[in-house]
Each structure stands twice: as C-alpha cells, then as structure tokens.
C-alpha cells in the first residue's frame, strides 16, 4: 500500500488541494480523500495523462526523413509518402519491431501519455506468410509497451485489399488477411495475449474503406459482440473520398452511417474530409472521431471541421499516428490553431459552460481517448482503477505564480514537454533505460542506411 499526497491535482470537476490517494500493491486506487495521514510521496502539481489514440510504432523510425522532397517534379503528397512508409514497414524484423516501438512508448511517456491505442496491421513476415505464431508482432507491441511501462490497446488490423474493389500489391503483402476467418484467429489469438498482460487491452478495426471488401466490413462490425473499440481510419483523403463515391455510391462517412450502427466505441480515424450532414450525423451517433493534426498536418490532409462538429457536440480524441512530433501538447494546440485560423475566431474550445481552453479539451481528449482504449470512465481518477499521472514542474516561471485558472491553458498553449517532471503508471515513475536507447539506435542505424 503507498499513500500519495497531491498539494495540487487536476479533477474533472477542477482542480482538488491537499487530496491523498492510496494505492494498492498493483498501483490501484483505494482511497481519495482529504484526510491527512502519512504519506509516502508528496506531489506538488498534477494532471491525469494524455491518451494516445491512434499510432502507428514502426513509422516512428521514418520520423523526420521524409522532408527531402523532389524538385522540379510533381508534387509530393500522401501518397508518395506511404511509398517510403511501405519500404520501411518491407524491412523491420520482429525484434527491430519491438525496439523501435520500445523506443517509442518510453518517448511517449516522457512527453505525457499514459495510454497508446496501437493501430497494428504489421502481421506477416517478410514474404507476406504468417509467422508460427500468428500474432508474433502484435505480441511484440504489447512486450514493447510492458518494457517502457506505457498502457497498450492493441488494435490488430483486418487489411485485405489495395483499394476499392483492387487486389492488395505487393508491397502491402505483410498487412494482408485474405478472409473475415484469418482476421477473426488473429483477433482471438491477440485477446489471449493481451490477457495475458495487465498493462493490455484489446480492440478490432478495419484499416479503411478501401482496404477491405464492404460485406466483410459489416462482418467485423457483428463480429464484435462485445463492443471492444472498433478503429477505422476514414475519409483521409480527398482522392478516397472520390473513389468511395465512384465505387460504392456514397462518401466514405456516409457509408458508415448507413450500413454500421455507429456507437460510442466505434472510432473514426482522420474523417477530415466531411459534408455538413455527415458531421451532423456523425455527433448525433455518438461515435468518435481520432484527430491527428501533426500528422494530418504532415501528410497535408486537410483540417477537420471541429468547430462545426463540436456545435453538434461531436466526440474526439487525439492521436499521434505517425510520431512526427510526439507532445500531446502540440496536438491540441495545433487542432485549436487550425480552427482559428480558419474560423477567424479564438473560442475553439469553448462550450455553454465554460470557456477554459484547456480544461474543456483535456476531458475531450481524455475521456474519449479512454473510449478508445476500450475502457468508459466516469471520473479522472477512480477506485479500483491505475494511479496514473503527470507531475508538473510546479516551480517552472511560468506556472509558479498562475492561478488555477491557467495553469493548464499555459502548459498547453506556451510550453513544451520539459514541463512535465514524471509520468507516473500505477503510481510509479516511468524512465527511459539507456538499453531501450540502445537497442534502438542500433536498429535505426540500419534502417535509416536502408532507407
Ligand atoms: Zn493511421
């Protein structure tokens, strides 16, 4: 049992001073009060931690290389990029899989997140067969994510085709499962090992409307009696809007509502490009929406219509998907930034009851990403469930004299991950080991000559 005193700790309903916290010996909650006792830490400041939910681990060793882009040639987009994504994910063996996504997660925890939502669609070997246990580099994903000390829902993939109605190529051959039944073992053979884990969890999702046949789609989405987060990425791409169109007759998000029935654990990845009355009823179904500005930013995907969708109060959360930045505080700041840029306007994130920036993004963002982590939470911090936290530098120049008022507006809008002092899974502080270091840049050496 440890006892944790919080002088200042961020709640849902505000900020709590002088709140004690007792754990168990697994780092569970048994108490929150305001009853002094003993205690074995004392924490001047803190926040719950961000949730991650969409990344792809293995495109964090492409981070910062695909910015050499050609010239006098024609443009460089989405689609050039997946190429050099492609040749990477060709390459990666399952032990340079897992150093890499070790790497990662411990990078994640230093810059915020407690919780990653794996988006895996990785599966086979390098020729395109299964591995004799099929679900070998999931299971690596998940000993990554234990080793960094970072939570994991691991999303394995259904991915079966190139594009609408077009067989899968090449170089897509390690993402492929050619029927629902293959996908389905996968699915069965990932639950037994993230059972087998305490700091995993399990979801299912289809990689998009163009990766996998529509019956097959609706399959899955059945399949799925137990609501585990469902994950798609959706309607990224202006060309896959048009394609969606011209082969099934409706958009992308459009499709969804029509032939899935939408709920709170189903999670649209991107859905940057939408009608008005697909945002319209996209909220009203109260499933969620992933954003990612960094990297739909990077990738030059478009910006998604958060203002109108939040007046529909639409659901969202954030995710890091390709690592090309890992601060969850840039995330939220660059999501806010595109609106006003467009809108002309600074109220983003402002609702009917309140007009805080931050605090009304942070519960978007936490709360929903708990949904798609697979796990519906009433309150930041509750019984029975992990003590997991940032510690803030109470003692920053910019933090030490604001009142409660801004202290999360400044940390989000003014500065950087450096703020954050330790994060903190079940109560105990995560750090990065000089051998996940290096085991990945012994990989990285490699793979970025490859590349
Ligand atoms: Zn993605």
Known sequence: MSVYKFNSILFDSGWKDNIYITTNSNGNIEAIDDIQKNTDFTIDLAIPGFQNAHSHAFQYAMAG????????????NFWSWRNAMYNLA???????????????YSEMLKNGYTNVA?????????NGNKYNNIAEMGERLISAAKNAGINITLIPIFYQMGGFNTPPFEQQKRFINKSSDEYFNLIEKSKQIANANDNAEIGIGIHSLRAVNKNEIIETDEYNIKKMPFHIHVSEQLIEVEDCIKKWGARPVEWLLE??????????????HLNSNEIKNLAKSNANVVICPITEGNLGDGIFPLTEYQKHNGNWSIGSDSHVNLSPLEEIRLLDYGQRLTTHNRNTFTNKSSGNSSLNSFKQMWFNGKKAMGSNRKNYFEMGQSLDFIEINSNHHLIYKTGKNHILNTIIYSLDSKVIKETYIGGKRQKN??????????VIDKIRVRL
């Open 65 to 76: 290389i695909a910015e050499y882009h050609p010239i006098n040639k024609q443009a460089d």
């Open 90 to 104: 060709l390459n990666l063996n399952p032990d340079e899989m897992e150093a890499i996504a070790t790497m990662l």
């Open 118 to 126: 794996e988006f895996h669609y990785l599966h086979h070997d390098k």
């Open 259 to 272: 032939n899935l029935n939408l709920r709170d654990h189903h999670h649209l990845v991107h859905a940057t």
């Open 433 to 442: 080991s000089k051998s996940i270091k290096q085991n990945f840049k012994d």
